[in-house]
């Protein structure tokens, strides 16, 4: 079973409209942590945001935020006002367990902002 | 300060040699990850260092696939005789380690690696 989907192979969103991209998380582990990652046509892979499984407030850095919706095992990342450079890839990540763990990553979402 | 590096950036290399790609991780951080991403797919977890523990080794997909880190810094992925399906970019991450695990992993640029 995936332990991380992501269904939406690509999305097209207008420039300043704001967007969702869809992850659910398959885990027994009652401590996790779900991390989103953007990765741009320049391969680099870029730390958005991070949320923890006992955190008890949505994550939210800048534009980024992070619905996180744990008895459905949802972590759906939201940006606002999307802009032309958020063209990119973005993956879901889950951390199982405490501490520094591997990552389990997605299949990730291409994401492309029209103007 | 710097980011972790990775090196080569792109290799190059027949079928069946052997090939050793470099990871420099970001000073201070004690854990250290392999991860190997094919094609227009998501990141496959290979290996893991966190201090002088044993490394998780559970990613690695055949005894082809070896590593190692000296002095608990740098790291050397080692492919022994190369296969096509083992073109793929390998990215190296770093973080702080154990008992961080709010701390996300930093990437570095990868290596590209091509088997002709």
């Known amino acids: 079973a995936q332990k991380i989907t992501q269904t939406q192979p690509g999305m097209f969103v207008q420039e300043k409209e704001a967007v969702t991209l869809d992850c659910t998380y398959d885990?027994?582990?009652?401590?996790?942590?779900l991390f989103w990652y953007k990765q741009p046509s320049s391969g680099e892979m870029i730390f958005l945001i991070y949320?923890?499984?006992?955190?008890?407030q949505n994550a939210t850095e800048g534009r980024y935020s992070l619905n996180f919706q744990k008895a459905r095992k949802s972590a759906n990342l939201v940006i606002s006002a999307s802009q032309l450079g958020d063209s990119a890839m973005y993956f879901c990540a889950m951390r199982e367990g405490w501490g520094a763990q591997k990552l389990v990553f997605g299949q990730g979402t291409r994401l492309t902002i029209n103007p | 300060g710097a980011g972790v590096s990775q090196s080569p950036s792109n290799k190059v290399t027949e079928k069946g040699k052997d090939v050793e790609l470099r990871c420099d991780p970001i000073?201070?951080?004690?854990?250290l990850y392999w991860y190997r991403q094919s094609l227009g797919q998501g990141l496959e977890f290979l290996i893991y260092?966190?201090?002088?523990?044993?490394?998780?080794k559970s990613g690695l997909p055949s005894d082809r696939f070896s590593a190692e880190r000296t002095g608990g810094s740098v790291s050397t992925l080692t492919i022994q005789r190369t296969q096509q399906e083992d073109s793929a970019v390998y990215l190296c991450?770093?973080?702080?380690?154990?008992?961080?695990?709010?701390?996300?992993?930093?990437f570095g640029d990868g290596t590209r690696l091509s088997i002709l």
């Open positions: 885990t027994s582990d009652q401590s996790y942590g």
């Open positions: 991450a770093s973080s702080l380690g154990q008992g961080r695990g709010n701390q996300p992993q930093h």
């Open positions: 949320q923890g499984s006992y955190d008890e």
């Open positions: 260092f966190q201090g002088n523990s044993a490394p998780d």
């Open positions: 000073s201070g951080h004690t854990a």
